[in-house]
């Protein structure tokens, strides 16, 4: 089984900054990429950030210049830094990552159970 634990959402006010973390377990063979995506009420999951097991990166033009995503080379994790928030930034946010369990395996996309992100003006 494959685990994708987040943390670090809640209330912030507006401008204030929250960083997400979120830490892959289990049986993983290899990375292809993590990323979060946000899902707000009544809206479409969309992408916020993404990062591949080569260090490209890519984000939401909504919050580009405002996040980083950035990953813990010391373990299967990956992190968001937001910065300057903005209440159009509430969301549940969540955890993706694109992995092999195997070297014999095709690649499969697991998520995190997501975390709130409220943003208040």
């Known amino acids: 089984q494959v685990q994708l634990v987040e943390s670090g959402g809640g209330l912030v006010q507006a401008g204030g900054s929250l960083r997400l973390s979120c830490a892959a377990s289990?049986?993983?063979?290899?990375?292809?990429?993590m990323g979060w995506y946000r899902q707000a009420p009544g809206k479409q999951r969309e992408l916020v950030a993404g990062?591949?097991?080569?260090?490209?990166?890519n984000y939401a033009d909504s919050v580009k210049g405002r996040f980083t995503i950035s990953r813990d080379n010391a373990k299967i994790a990956v992190s968001l830094q937001m910065n300057s928030l903005k209440p159009e930034d509430t969301a549940v946010y969540y955890c993706?990552?694109?992995?092999?369990?195997?070297?014999?395996?095709?690649?499969?996309?697991?998520w995190g159970q997501g975390t709130q992100v409220t943003v208040s003006s």
């Open positions: 993706n990552a694109d992995l092999n369990r195997s070297a014999h395996t095709v690649s499969m996309t697991y």
């Open positions: 289990g049986s993983i063979f290899s990375i292809n990429s």
């Open positions: 990062l591949t097991s080569g260090g490209s990166t």
